[in-house]
């Protein structure tokens, strides 16, 4: 990869860094605060289960999923997992990589964790971790449709503890990708400040 490509890269992956920052979604996350407590309690023979939920309306999630997948999706060269070998490869990117990979881990470590509840049945394998999660809302609902996600994401949506509990853990997983990424895109410009003063490119 040449310089301009390279400068390219970094560019757009900063673009699009700085894009998911000022949508709404930050805001809305922080102010009132995301979270979900899922309480129940059995009265004589009924059990009945009391969800209190805050959280980033649907239409606001919906507006960032489009620029995210430029992080999520391999084909992209934007994504964590393309940048990280672009780091590790690029003399210009390589004395950062360690930084980089630091950042990387944190969603890693996120999206490795098994979530609660687990559904009796799904089409993953045990336990169902928050990158299931992932994987079903981006591409069962906002980004594309598959159909066996949608289908996943539609019996998800259609059982109140679910739905409240698996929304939760993604509004968080898409917050701190906000953060990770435009820490990234810190590193970036950095890089792209240093070639753009000692080259013409």
């Known amino acids: 990869m040449n310089l301009h490509e ?18 709404s979604f930050t805001e809305k996350y922080l102010n009132p605060g995301n979270s979900v407590i899922i309480s129940g309690h059995k009265e004589q023979n009924d059990f009945e289960i009391n969800i209190e939920e ?3 309306e649907d239409e606001a999630v919906e507006a960032i999923a489009l620029n995210l997948r430029f992080f999520i999706q391999n084909n992209e060269k934007t994504s964590l997992m393309n940048m ?13 990589s360690s930084e980089f990979e630091k950042l990387r881990f944190r969603i890693n470590n ?5 979530v609660q509840p687990q ?7 045990n336990p169902l971790i928050i990158r299931d999660i992932q994987d079903v809302f981006m591409y069962g ?11 996943i994401y539609s019996n998800w949506m259609s059982n109140p503890i ?3 509990a698996y929304t939760h853990y993604f509004q968080k997983l898409v ?8 820490k990234i895109a810190f590193l970036n410009n950095s890089v792209i400040q240093v070639v753009r003063k000692h080259t013409s490119v």
């Open 6 to 23: 390279m400068l390219t890269v970094l560019e757009t992956f900063n673009q699009k860094a700085n894009k998911i920052k000022n949508f």
């Open 54 to 56: 805050k959280k980033v």
């Open 84 to 96: 990280s070998v672009f780091y590790k490869e690029s003399n210009y990117l390589h004395n950062l």
């Open 110 to 114: 996120i999206l490795s964790l098994a």
């Open 119 to 125: 559904p009796s049945t799904h089409s993953f394998e």
């Open 141 to 151: 609902s906002l980004a594309h449709s598959n159909k066996e996600k949608a289908l």
């Open 162 to 164: 679910t739905k409240a």
């Open 175 to 182: 917050h701190e990708y906000i953060d990770v990424t435009n």
